[in-house]
């Protein structure tokens, strides 16, 4: 069964610093992976998605994530966070289930904190 | 509006009651699903469907019952409320075999 770790269940970082978010996943295809932020009282939105191809893609907000076959990993990354990005972090993979359906397992997330 | 709706918002029950969840998508996307939000678990999976009359469960699927006549509407239904499923319900739907799923705002459901 497939499964996504995200091993950081808090972050803090200063307005303007660089963050990278952490994101594991066990998966025995080809993955497709998603990374989901959910601001306060807030659904989720799409940062951004790997289905195939170049493995570093490019999200909505200034934000990037790298896939890495090898480290089974899909970090993400932004070089000069706001304090508008203050939320919490999700990673999933898309896995096959019936009816060629795909379905979503997600990580716990990551609670990113700002300070001025 | 166009979109996922979800309602009520916020809800709050007694052990036993029967309580249905509603989820509306103007977008007659074939799939949509229900995840409930829970700390330190993320969201699971309770039931997904690909089409009208298609349904199936996901990871969490016991005390819930879904269905689904209309494109449309996926109404979530607790059929004996109990404390265990207080947590946020999120509804979301999608128009593709694989591809972004469009999250509803939530309900948050309180079972006393």
């Known amino acids: 069964a497939q499964s996504v770790t995200q091993p950081d269940i808090h972050i803090t970082v200063s307005e303007g610093a660089s963050l990278e978010l952490r994101c594991n996943y066990s998966y025995g295809a080809t993955p497709y992976l998603f990374w989901y932020v959910q601001s306060p009282g807030q659904g989720l939105q799409l940062l951004l998605k790997y289905f195939s191809g170049d493995t570093l893609v490019q999200g909505i907000k200034g934000f990037e994530a790298e896939f890495k076959r090898s480290q089974s990993s899909f970090n993400l990354r932004k070089p000069s966070v706001h304090w508008s990005d203050a939320a919490e972090y999700f990673c999933?993979?898309?896995?096959?289930?019936?009816?060629?359906?795909?379905?979503?397992?997600f990580g716990t997330g990551t609670r990113l904190t700002i300070i001025p | 509006d166009a979109g996922i709706t979800q309602s009520p918002r916020y809800k709050i029950t007694e052990t036993g009651r029967q309580v249905t969840l509603m989820c509306h998508q103007t977008?007659?996307?074939?799939?949509m699903f229900w995840y409930r939000q829970d700390l330190g678990h993320g969201l699971r999976l309770i039931y997904y469907?690909?089409?009208?009359?298609?349904?199936d469960k996901g990871e969490v699927p016991d005390g819930y019952v879904v269905s689904r006549s209309k494109t449309e509407n996926f109404p979530l239904t607790l059929e004996s409320a109990t404390r265990s499923q207080t947590s946020v319900y999120f509804c979301?739907?999608?128009?593709?075999?694989?591809?972004?799923?469009?999250f509803g705002p939530g309900t948050r459901l309180t079972v006393l």
């Open positions: 469907s690909a089409a009208a009359d298609i349904t």
């Open positions: 979301a739907s999608k128009t593709r075999r694989r591809g972004e799923q469009f």
């Open positions: 977008w007659s996307h074939s799939y």
């Open positions: 999933a993979v898309g896995a096959l289930v019936h009816f060629g359906n795909e379905k979503l397992t």
